[in-house]
Each structure stands twice: as C-alpha cells, then as structure tokens.
C-alpha cells in the first residue's frame, strides 16, 4: 500500500504589507514641533566680527566715561604734604612767587620739570597754575616732582578730574608753616572748572591769609563771575593777605584798575619796575604788606615768565623787615 510523505508543520508564512504601509512604518512619525527645522551655527567668520564690535564698543563706552572733564569738589586740610625741611617760621620777611608752569612745557615746546624748578629755587611760598596730576601708571604728580627738586612741602588743588585721577589744577609749594588750606570752586559757565585756595600761615607773630587763583582765558563773562568772587574774599580777609595768580587780565581793564585804585591794595611788581613790568596777566598783590623787592624771571620754562615779590609785615607804626 503506498505510503503517503508525511509534512513536517512549519512556521505560516508571514502576510505581505502593502507597499504602502512598509514605506509609512519605515519611518516614524514626527511630531509637528519636530518637523520645524533647526537653526544651523553663524559662520566662524561672522561670530568673529560681532565679537569684535562688541569689544570695539566697550572700549569705546570706556573711553568716553575717561575723556570727560569732572569738576572736583571743595575741600579743607590742616597741612602740607611732602618732607621739606626749610621753615619760615621765624623770619622777618617772605618770598613768594606767582608761576604759571604751563604743564612743565617750555616756549621750545621741551618738557623739563627741572628747568621749571631751577626757577622756583630760593622762594619761601609759590603758587603754580596749569600743574598736572598723575596719571594712573605714575607714582606721582608734577607737584610732587617739584617739590622734591625744591625741598619744599607741596599742596595740589586740582580743577578737574579725567580718566579717574585728578588731571588739572593749581599747586603750592611752600616752605612756610601752613596750618590750613581751603579748596574753593569758583563759579563758571562748565566749559572749563577753576578754583582758588586759601592757606592760612603764621608769619612774623601775625596770621598771613595766601589766596591764590587762575581765572578762565577763554570766557569773559565767567572770568568776570570769578574775578568778583575771589576780589570779595580777598578784600574781606584779615590783614595780611595776598592775592595771586593768573588772572588773564591785564592792567588796562577796568576791573583792575578799580581793584588797585582800592586803599590799601598794593602791586609789589608795579612799585618796583614801574613801567618795565610791561603788560602782564600774572598778578601779586597784596594787603597789610610792605614791599621790599620784586622782580620776574624768565628762563624759558614756561610760556609765562615767574613774578615775585619780598614782603614784610606792616604795622601802625612800623614795618617789620
């Protein structure tokens, strides 16, 4: 009897997809917020220019803060900076000088501090205009180089401030006993900042009242605000008092005049050179003093010549010299 081949059961085939539903499930389904498309990186190229600019305008945030002028407040002291050793504690007659150093720049257009300290040499006071601060790199200002090349004790009063220091102003050197100093702002339009300071300093048993200025160049009408504000203070000191400094004006000028046509009111280079004075902005003049000396020098330092005068202290009946 023939035998039938028997089949071994095996795995059913497996249905075919339709060609449809194998490309659709190949590839999952994306969710509409992952179907956007993503942004790509900038260019190196361009992420180097906009970190340029951004550096280019910091620095130039920075220095518009630096260039621009402050005005520096007013301010008292009780004494002088620096190690002088001279004194005029006891002498009978001073020497003082009135100097607009022009930042240490001579007519040549030379920066020497020691040619301007050759001409500041055997004064026992002297008030400097135009005197810079130090910079933020320097350990110190020019009044404190001059100092050091005089022997004297130093005093800064700046007028302005810029690139965070104290850039511009006016200076004392002295070798007086100052027992207070007063920094005092002067008014002005804003163009430019000007001060005056005041030092208190015993001098032949009395108290000697040191004012000392520079007026604005470049406006009349704030050089007139200043020059009535300091004249007030002066005139009202006690006797003795000196007024100096540059005051931009010269001896024609109305408001001069009348300041020395005032009694009591002294001009210590005009008594001594007289017309030889020639015409001059710098200016000493004085109060309860007699003058014994004056004169000028001018050694080229500056684009000012120095003025000075020697003093003595006038009493009643006599005069101490």
Known sequence: MPVSPMKCPGPEPLAEEPLSDRRTSATPALSPASQLALPSAPPRSLRRWATAFALLLVCGLVYLAGDQRRPVPAAVGASLSGKGTRSTTSIATLRVASFNIHGGTGRDRRYDLARTAAALNGFDLALLNEVHGPYFWQTEGQVETLA???????????????????????????????????????????????????????????????????????????????????????????????????????????????????????????????????????WILTRGLTTIDAGTIDNGASDHPLIWAELGVKYKSFTVW
């Open 148 to 282: 050091g090349l005089t022997d004297q004790r130093w005093l800064f009063a700046p007028t302005e401030q810029r690139w965070w220091h104290h850039q511009f102003g006016n200076a004392v050197l002295s070798a007086a006993d100052v027992t207070q100093w007063q920094r005092i702002v002067l008014p002005g339009s804003g163009r430019g900042y000007r001060n005056a300071v005041l030092l208190s300093i015993p001098f032949a048993g009395r108290t000697l009242h040191l004012l000392g200025t520079h007026f604005d160049r470049n406006s009349a009408a704030d050089r007139a605000q200043q020059f009535q504000a300091v004249t007030r203070l002066f005139l009202a000191l006690a006797e003795p008092a000196i007024l100096l400094g540059d005051l931009n004006m010269t001896a024609d000028e109305g408001s001069i005049r009348e300041l020395l046509a005032r009694g009591g009111v002294h001009d210590p280079l005009g008594e001594v050179l007289g017309d030889a004075a020639g015409r001059h902005i710098d």
